[in-house]
C-alpha cells in the first residue's frame, strides 16, 4: 500500500536459541541484538554468545523480533551471514550463512554453506560467539 514505508520501528530484543536436539543457551553477558523494521523489510544486527550446551545438534536457530513471512519461493525470504568464532566448524563447511524455514515462522536457522552440496547445520558450542547481520522480509 501507499504507507507500507510509513510503518518504521527500531529497538532491541533479547537472543534465544532453541537447537533440534539437546539444549542450548544465550549467556546473559551477551544477549542483545538490534533490528530495524521498514515497511516488511527487518534486518537484524549483533553480538551474542552461547552460554551452556548439553548434547546440542540438529538445527541451530535464533528467535526473531517479527516472524518471516510465508512465502512459496526462497527469493525474498532474507538473506545474511555470520562470523562465529570460539566454535566448532563441521568439517567441509566453506562459509557461514543464514537460512529460513519455508512458511514463515518466528525463527532463523544457522547453517555452513559447502562446495556444490547441501548446507551442514551449525552447533552451539559453549561460549562460542556469533555475530550476525540479517535482511529479511515479513
Request: glycine share 12%; proline share 4%; no cysteine.
Amino acid at each position: 500500500s501507499a504507507n507500507t514505508l510509513d510503518d518504521y520501528e527500531e529497538g532491541t530484543f533479547t537472543a534465544v536459541i532453541t537447537m533440534g536436539s539437546g539444549t542450548a543457551s544465550v549467556s546473559t553477558d551477551f544477549n542483545t541484538l538490534v533490528y530495524t523494521k521498514i515497511g516488511r523489510q527487518v534486518h537484524i544486527s549483533g553480538q551474542f554468545r552461547v552460554g551452556s550446551v548439553s548434547s546440542p545438534s540438529d538445527t541451530f536457530q535464533l528467535s526473531l523480533p517479527f516472524a518471516a513471512g510465508n512465502f512459496a519461493g526462497y527469493a525474498d525470504i532474507g538473506t545474511g551471514t555470520f562470523r562465529a568464532y570460539e566454535v566448532v566448524i563441521p568439517s567441509g563447511a566453506v562459509s557461514p550463512a543464514t537460512s529460513f524455514p519455508p512458511g514463515g515462522g518466528s525463527l532463523m536457522m544457522f547453517q555452513w554453506s559447502r562446495d556444490s552440496a547441501i548446507a551442514l547445520n551449525a552447533v552451539a558450542t559453549a561460549n562460542g560467539y556469533y555475530s550476525i547481520g540479517v535482511t529479511y522480509y515479513t
